[in-house]
């Protein structure tokens, strides 16, 4: 793939991602929101990067542009080089799944699949080859090893989000992008989840950027990045 080719020759660059001049609004008129107003930021490469604001303030629709799951109205997202709006809509859904890892509240896990085949789907849908032993130190390392063969329903929300975090995890993305991964569990568990997000990011050098609205969760990350109105206001 000919983003790959350019992608890799730029790895050494600090900077991961560069946002400049996003603009994503709704409706029009009285109704006109300004979900992402004009904003432009830079994510330095094995980072955990903490994004904050109050509900609505645009956290989301930012993720989501940068995650490429939604086209800006204007505006340029560049992931290790590549300028992913430059890239035809199949193109795209193909970075995406080599390029970026995501990890959603509601875990999105496949229901009729177990916690293997949950983790390893992403690559067999570019028809990557499993190194089972990449795959098992993942598990090991996630705490998942017990419940490889577990179907979902078995599995307990944190036992759920690890999959989760594991199916990013073994795509070896550039960059993870989690929006509130532990707002649908308790706090203990929170913890937990968080601790592990955040040695695997050290671990594994990977690069994340997550979404909340927790204090305590944005103090565990290496920079904090505040939105307020769709505009970023401290970083
Ligand atoms: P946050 O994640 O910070 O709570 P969001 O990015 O979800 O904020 O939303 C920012 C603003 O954009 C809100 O006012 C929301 O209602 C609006 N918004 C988000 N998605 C859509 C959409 N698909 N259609 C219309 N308005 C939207
Ligand atoms: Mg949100």
């Not at 050494?12 to 930021?41: M, P, Q, W």
């Not at 799951?69 to 080089?81: E, N, T, Y």
């Amino acid at each position: 793939m000919k983003t790959d080719i350019k992608a890799d020759r730029k790895v050494d660059k600090k900077e991961i991602l560069t946002v400049e001049n996003l603009v994503k609004h709704y409706g029009s008129d009285e109704n006109l929101v300004r979900a992402v107003d004009h904003t432009s930021l830079t994510i330095e490469r094995g980072k955990f990067t903490a994004i904050v604001g109050r509900s609505g303030s645009g956290k989301s629709t930012l993720l989501h542009l940068i995650g490429g799951l939604d086209r800006p109205d204007k505006g340029i997202v560049r992931i290790a080089g590549t300028d992913i709006f430059s890239l035809k809509d199949d193109r795209l859904a193909e970075f995406r799944r080599k390029k970026i890892g995501f990890i959603f509240q509601d875990y999105n896990l496949i229901p009729s699949l177990n916690v293997w085949e949950n983790v390893v789907l992403p690559l067999g849908l570019d028809n990557r080859k499993v190194n089972s032993g990449e795959v098992n130190a993942v598990l090991e390392r996630i705490g998942l090893t017990e419940k490889k063969e577990a179907m979902p329903n078995v599995l307990s929300g944190g036992q759920k989000q690890r999959t989760a975090i594991a199916r990013a995890l073994v795509a070896r993305p550039a960059i993870i992008l989690a929006d509130e991964p532990t707002g649908n569990l308790d706090s203990q568990t929170e913890l937990e989840v968080m601790s592990l997000l955040k040695s695997c990011v050290t671990d594994f050098g990977q690069t994340l950027v997550m979404i909340t609205h927790d204090e305590m969760i944005a103090q565990m990350a290496d920079r904090v990045i505040e939105v307020e109105d769709g505009k970023v206001v401290n970083n």
